[in-house]
DNA sequence: AATGAATGAGCATTCATTCAT
DNA sequence: CATGAATGAATGCTCATTCAT
């Protein structure tokens, strides 16, 4: 039993990794290509697996796609998320998703790009879902930042739902500044700079008055 | 002769007329349904004119969305441009950027929302122009920051290329808000006040010491 | 004025035949292979046409496919509808329809057989239209039968709908001897003496008491 | 030995069992989607067996289609030619016949369904097997038109084959009509009514003199 | 300049069939 | 026997672009 248990486990595995590969491999030529010019063939090929397998695992190009955001995404919602939940003053936290965020882009470049780069285009279906993911971050920052305000750690005249998408806007930027090229994204350093200038420029943005 | 310089004016006007039609349809369908989904057949239809025209007045769809951004992102551009030389400091300056941005999305809403979700963010041929246009606009800015810094109106700390990209970070997810319906995009009020919260906390984040 | 009517016309005409020729080929494949063995590559072959050019005369291969009944049935049933429609005995009309029936066959037995064999089949769609084709015919024919039965020309037990049905049923199982082979369909005599016997044997069996 | 035997028998009948019960299904499904929607996948679903099962019990697609008609028409054909062989007038066989598939049809609308929408309408390969069987009805129905003629039963100037024909094409239509939805399925009266008429046309189409 | 019919390469998607477990 | 993952050829359909009128 002990076997079968093991058996079904490598299958299980086996299967998870099939889907794995079939995602990384979409994550890379999606963050070469972009969401047009990434072809269903092109994944197949950089997975090493055959053209109809892609749709043993998912539906159609835009499940997919919808999975390389949803994968991504989720990652990056859960490692946010904690840093949200901390129960530290609201500059600690802001700090800890800025970190999250520069963090995730130190690590895999790509799928970051990818996540900038194409959250909110695409053909209608998709846009929802990953409009929605997006939503979900933003909403959540917004009640963190709602309890900082009753907690009287940020000014109560701030929109809390603002002070999200601006964080995430600054945080955006401060990573499209490499992704496109403006500054060196191999040089560590620079990425430490614009990682505490996002922060500091940030919070003293919505705690100074 | 004089006839004849009148039709050429008429002509010439009618010319500019059939490509300004086209080119205002392309914003339309563009904004409607994103680059990918944006059809040739589609633009001709909403500027109802033949098929074909679109290719007298543009050599291929790349060229045509192009312009598409050239021409929106010129207007607005100029605008910005006009704020940055402007001889005052650069607190009135930055307050002038986002009031451009936001009048601008007052004004077409359309217009802004293709802006927003499509700069920099293209299959690999078009970005080159489009990202230029893009860093066009973060370099001139950065350029102000920097001489702001030698005027001593702002730390010299900080990296002026951030400086500018956070800037229109804030700008473009202060937008998105209502891009998205996170905030209600017919409540003038609302926009007022994201307007200015966007430019309060930017500059308290960049000056404050 | 007379000339550009003339050009026009010649246009349009011009239209219709390529519609028209894409729509003869159609039916030729369709003849030989079947619905599921028509490719649209096929019938653009034959037809000697650019590929796409039959998606700008037709929707889809449905459509197309659809076409191909619609035309071949409308043909048929004017002609039935003439029959029906002609002042005299019920046996008179009934002779008229099955002659129609077996006139057309002789002329272009390949399209008599695609009505034959593939009327009622298709993907759920289409089905409904050619079901529908098919129902427009049997309910005129019902309610001929009516009519001469009001006129006494007809026993008024028998239900018109199956009077019809039995009517084209025996048509179609008359054909359809020649179409499976069953007789030799080059054998004009046998022909001849195949519809004799529809008739005769139709019109003793719902007349004869 | 005793126990392998039954163990045999058990997995025999287990075999047949697993046979019938994709068989089945395959009728369920045909009867649904057709010939050509019919998908491997769709049978194995409906008989809720594994995927590649299907492949041990048949060949391939062709085959298990093949088997549906073969098993669904070897039913039908057996009672058929048992009135066939009945020693008895031509008008009580012929009753008979009818009978047997108006019987068919109460107790299995949709196997009888597949029969009548696609016996003889397919793609090349296939149809000769089923055509095959077809004929093998018809022709064996001729046989015994003829054998009545020679009896004195039947008119001689008839030609057996298409008296065959003709039956089997007012059978069909007759069932058609419910099949189609021209006369409602659930009304027995209607198809008790609707079999009375089929006889007694048919009859006194071939008899009446 | 204006029209829209014609072209065909490109791509997503399906599905019968095989095969390792 | 049983399973369902894996394969890839086959095909419908789209759409940018050309061209005759």
């Known amino acids: 039993m002990a076997v079968k248990a093991k058996k079904q486990g490598v299958r299980r595995a086996s299967v998870d990794d099939r889907r794995e590969l079939i995602l990384r491999a979409a994550v890379e030529v999606f963050s070469r290509k972009g969401y047009t010019g990434c072809r269903i063939q092109d994944v197949a090929k950089e997975a090493q697996v055959a053209y ?7 539906k159609n190009k835009d499940e997919l796609l919808e999975s390389v955001f949803a994968t991504g995404w989720k990652g990056f919602l859960k490692l946010v998320q904690a840093e949200i939940d901390r129960e530290e003053h609201i500059t600690a936290r802001v700090r800890g998703i800025v970190g ?7 690590r895999d470049p790509r799928a970051v790009k990818v996540l900038i780069l194409e959250v909110g285009r695409s053909p209608a279906g998709g846009s929802v879902n990953r409009g929605g993911a ?5 909403l959540a ?3 963190m930042f709602k309890a900082a305000q009753q907690r009287g750690e940020l000014p109560a005249q701030l929109e809390p739902v603002l002070c999200a998408t601006m964080l995430f806007g600054a945080i955006e930027m401060g990573l499209t500044t490499f992704v496109m090229g403006l500054l060196d994204k191999r ?12 922060v500091e420029t940030y919070l003293r943005g919505v705690t100074a008055r």
Chains 1, 2, 3, 4 share one sequence.
Do not use: C, K, M, P
């Open 187 to 198: 040089d560590e350093a620079a990425i430490a700079r614009a990682q505490e200038q996002v």
């Open 100 to 106: 999250v965020a520069f963090e995730a882009y130190r």
């Open 141 to 143: 920052a917004a009640n």
């Open 134 to 138: 997006f939503s979900q971050v933003i």
């Open 52 to 58: 109809g397998l892609v749709y043993h695992y998912f």
